[in-house]
T-cell receptor
Framework: DVKVTQSSRYLVKRTGEKVFLECVQD?????MFWYRQDPGLGLRLIYFSYDVKMKEKGDIPEGYSVSREKKERFSLILESASTNQTSMYLC??????????????FGSGTQLSVL | SQQGEEDPQALSIQEGENATMNCSYKTSINNLQWYRQNSGRGLVHLILIRSNEREKHSGRLRVTLDTSKKSSSLLITASRAADTASYFCATANQAGTALIFGKGTTLSVSS
């Protein structure tokens, strides 16, 4: 059963901590994405990657960085966590670019609370 | 940048009724997708409709697309309590590299 796995379902961190959110897909997908989801704001794209070691900024990259050292793994990094980064983080992947009518496969999400 | 906007924000119906959700978008598209999200979980792809299609069916789902009005609708017929979820429309960004989602419609189906 193909899937996207996010390492933590719930995470509680303190302000100023460096936080790593991990995402792994087992489908040999080229493209991987990080979104955050907040009530009333929907899903917003943080970063995405279309190849190993390649990354592109989404709509809200400030305060985040990413790493894609291997094709199957895409990490989201909060360099110094702040309370306004408390959110649900969703990882997704696709085989081909979205403009070709590809669908996204999502992980179950990580609910991050920054105290 | 929000490409799609769903309407209504929330919808409450009884089991057996039909549920209609609408999505408006801003720029030209090649296709539009609908996703479902159960509470606190990831999104699941429901259906994709291409710009040259006007209507598409999948089980109890019917999606329409009107490119002249830049709008789409998702109809769920004979709703069940298990259809309770949030529904999102999504379109590709201008570069075709990522999906941009609307804010979603929260559907509650009571038995």
């Amino acid at each position: 059963d193909v899937k996207v796995t996010q390492s933590s379902r719930y995470l509680v961190k303190r302000t100023g901590e460096k936080v790593f959110l991990e995402c792994v897909q087992d489908m040999d997908h080229e493209n991987m994405f990080w979104y955050r989801q907040d009530p009333g704001l929907g899903l917003r794209l943080i970063y995405f990657s279309y190849d190993v070691k390649m990354k592109e900024k989404g709509d809200i990259p400030e305060g985040y960085s990413v790493s894609r050292e291997k094709k199957e793994r895409f990490s989201l990094i909060l360099e110094s966590a702040s309370t306004n980064q408390t959110s649900m983080y969703l990882c997704a992947s696709s085989l081909r670019p979205m403009g070709l009518g590809e669908k996204l496969l999502f992980g179950s999400g990580t609910q991050l609370s920054v105290l | 940048s929000q490409q799609g906007e769903e309407d209504p924000q929330a919808l409450s119906i009884q089991e057996g009724e039909n549920a209609t959700m609408n999505c408006s978008y801003k720029t030209s598209i090649n296709n539009l997708q609908w996703y479902r999200q159960n509470s606190g979980r990831g999104l699941v792809h429901l259906i994709l409709i291409r710009s040259n299609e006007r209507e598409k069916h999948s089980g109890r789902l019917r999606v329409t697309l009107d490119t002249s009005k830049k709008s789409s609708s998702l109809l769920i017929t004979a709703s069940r309590a298990a259809d309770t979820a949030s529904y999102f429309c999504a379109t590709a960004n201008q570069a075709g590299t990522a999906l941009i989602f609307g804010k979603g419609t929260t559907l509650s189906v009571s038995s």
